[in-house]
């Protein structure tokens, strides 16, 4: 069995960390920024909260992922984050997936697809990619709809403005 197969899915304690991930997805909503949000958690103990931020940063890395990841690793003092879960609204892109890998998180939640750029289940499967020295244990699924909405919202509202 693979990594990301399901080994019980979605929980209600996965679900509420995936809703303040979606308080993130707001965030970033607000400030222009593609809507995503991201929470890494260890045990029961939020150690850090980030949406996506690459327009007001001037950084094509800062996304949300990158951005807990880095704030995470801060507190902790140490880039290995063993023992910790990732909630993100959206499935991680190829560089988001490295960092997790570098970072050692032990699972990564998310809420919806991303069919063009997805590198945990729909383009490829960095996470759970034996031939790296680190798998990481994948769930889709928590608040799927919620996570989808917000991102299809999003776009639609730039389409609406976008037009003559």
């Known amino acids: 069995m693979d990594a990301s197969e399901d080994l019980g899915g979605i929980g209600e304690t996965d679900e509420r960390w995936m809703r303040l ?28 909260r980030a949406h996506n931020r690459p327009i007001g940063l001037n950084d094509p890395t800062a996304h949300a992922e990158i951005l807990a990841i880095r704030q995470a690793a801060a507190a902790a003092g140490n880039y290995r984050l063993t023992g910790t879960t ?42 759970d990619d034996g031939r790296f020295n680190h798998v990481v244990t994948v769930r889709e699924g928590a608040l799927r709809e919620a996570c989808a909405e917000i991102l299809s919202g999003f776009f639609r509202g730039k389409r609406l403005t976008s037009r003559p």
């Open 86 to 127: 990732l909630y993100v609204t959206v499935e991680p892109c190829p560089m988001c997936a490295g960092a997790i890998l570098q970072a050692r998180i032990e699972r990564v939640v998310f809420g919806t697809r991303d069919p063009k750029a997805g590198a945990a289940v729909s383009l490829c499967r960095i996470l």
């Open 21 to 48: 991930a979606l308080e993130e997805a707001a965030l970033a909503r607000e400030a222009g920024e593609v809507p995503v949000g991201a929470v890494l958690v260890r045990g029961e103990a939020l150690i850090a």
